[in-house]
T-cell receptor
Framework: GAGVSQSPSNKVTEKGKDVELRCDPI?????LYWYRQRLGQGLEFLIY????????KSGLPSDRFSAERTGESVSTLTIQRTQQEDSAVYLC????????????FGPGTRLTVT | DQQVKQNSPSLSVQEGRISILNCDYT??????FLWYKKYPAEGPTFLIS?????DKNEDGRFTVFLNKSAKHLSLHIVPSQPGDSAVYFC?????????????FGKGTLLTVNP
């Protein structure tokens, strides 16, 4: 079956522009997560969705970051007025309800802010 | 403050030998630990996990050991194969309502030489 997919795979943007990153979770997975991995660092938790509600947004680094999810499917992570420190790989993961530990990751979107 | 630490950025072993990857944690609330494997340009994939009520979990060539008193865990791969060459991330989760939130180490790059 299809895994988690993310688009675009690479995005280069100028400082100050807005970007939207997309995640398509595995069908039937009600939980969805966004992580960020900066160069040389581990994955940082950003936000968690259960269905289309986000009970935990605590990892979003600033109010320039927001995320939405449509039902139990697609999610978009939006970064407004991008800064160079936003450059990272943004990873999306999904899991079955109740199996939150076993998260299945997408390939990520590599964002470069110039 | 890093709560999950992988102090070896890289490890090189010969095919057929044992690979030992180490991970230390500081948060005594962590009660579930996972290892993820990541190939270039792919998302991390779940490898093996262990609950804090156990001190060992085995799955084929992969064994994870947990020493709670030392707040240390290790992943053993025996025998190592060239296809095991990847970045290995240690991750941890605290119980209760926040159990979906995984805290990752920075990763260890394992190279298995033929």
């Amino acid at each position: 079956g299809a895994g988690v997919s993310q688009s675009p795979s690479n995005k280069v943007t100028e400082k100050g522009k807005d970007v939207e990153l997309r995640c398509d979770p595995i069908s039937g997975h009600t939980a969805l997560y966004w992580y960020r991995q900066r160069l040389g660092q581990g994955l940082e938790f950003l936000i968690y969705f259960q269905g289309n509600s986000a009970p935990d947004k605590s990892g979003l680094p600033s109010d320039r970051f927001s995320a939405e999810r449509t039902g139990e499917s697609v999610s978009t992570l939006t970064i407004q007025r991008t800064q160079q420190e936003d450059s990272a790989v943004y990873l999306c993961a999904s899991s079955l309800r109740g199996l939150v530990y076993e998260q299945y990751f997408g390939p990520g979107t590599r964002l470069t802010v110039t | 403050d890093q709560q999950v630490k992988q102090n070896s950025p890289s490890l090189s072993v010969q095919e057929g030998r044992i690979s030992i990857l180490n991970c230390d944690y500081t948060n005594s609330m962590f009660d579930y630990f996972l290892w993820y494997k990541k190939y270039p340009a792919e998302g991390p994939t779940f490898l093996i996990s262990i609950s804090s009520i156990k001190d060992k979990n085995e799955d084929g060539r992969f064994t994870v050991f947990l020493n709670k008193s030392a707040k240390h865990l290790s992943l053993h791969i025996v025998p190592s194969q060239p296809g095991d060459s990847a970045v290995y991330f240690c991750a941890a989760s605290a119980g209760g309502g926040s159990n979906y939130k995984l805290t990752f180490g920075k990763g260890t790059l394992l190279t298995v030489n033929p």
